[in-house]
T-cell receptor, first 111, second 112 residues
């Protein structure tokens, strides 16, 4: 069974500090990993996916298959980064495109 | 831009009522999904549909059913609402070659 673990429910940092949101997964096949974000009073939206290897809003995430991790990082946090972040996984070879989500981490960036 | 709309932002129902939550997408997506979002539990998949009239149970289907008569519309039905179904319900759709799911704004359902 596939599982996504986000060990921190809450994370609080100061503006300008580095931030890392942790995500670990368990999956026997070849996973596709994603980070979704939900800003206050907005809908859930895709932040980034591991396969594209891009940086969005200064965030990056590297898939580490050895440690089965996909941590989200940003070197200098901004107040507008305050949001709920979800890590998610799907089977890259699957045909139903189901996503398994972690329980989420609420990031607060203080001024 | 993909647009996913949900029929209500807020809904209050009584225990035992039959409840319909509607979701519509305008991008001709094949796949549609219903989740519930609860604090500390994240998003949990209730049902999904990979084509018209095709559906499959997710992780927590008990107490729910779905209907997809047209490609653009996916309905979630609570046959007899109970207080433990008080939650935020999110609809999503996906299509084409990518894995990205596009979410609606959510319906906050309160069952009293």
């Amino acid at each position: 069974a596939q599982r996504v673990t986000q060990p921190e429910k809450l994370l609080s940092v100061f503006k300008g500090a580095p931030v890392e949101l942790k995500c670990n997964y368990s999956y026997s096949g070849s996973p596709e990993l994603f980070w979704y974000v939900q800003y206050s009073r907005q809908r859930l939206q895709l932040l980034l996916r591991h396969i594209s290897r891009e940086s969005i809003k200064g965030f990056t995430a590297d898939l580490n298959k050895g440690e089965t991790s996909f941590h989200l990082k940003k070197p200098f946090a901004q107040e507008e980064d305050s949001a709920m972040y979800y890590c998610a996984l799907t089977n890259s070879g699957g045909s139903n495109y189901k996503l398994t989500f972690g329980k989420g981490t609420l990031l607060t960036v203080n001024p | 831009d993909v647009k996913v709309t949900q029929s209500s932002r807020y809904l209050v129902k009584r225990t035992g009522e039959k409840v319909f939550l509607e979701c519509v997408q305008d991008m001709d997506h094949e796949n549609m999904f219903w989740y519930r979002q609860d604090p500390g539990l994240g998003l949990r998949l209730i049902y999904f549909s990979y084509d018209v009239k095709m559906k499959e149970k997710g992780d927590i289907p008990e107490g729910y059913s779905v209907s997809r008569e047209k490609k653009e519309r996916f309905s979630l039905i609570l046959e007899s609402a109970s207080t433990n179904q008080t939650s935020m319900y999110l609809c999503a759709s996906r299509g084409g070659m990518g894995y990205e799911q596009y979410f609606g704004p959510g319906t906050r359902l309160t069952v009293t």
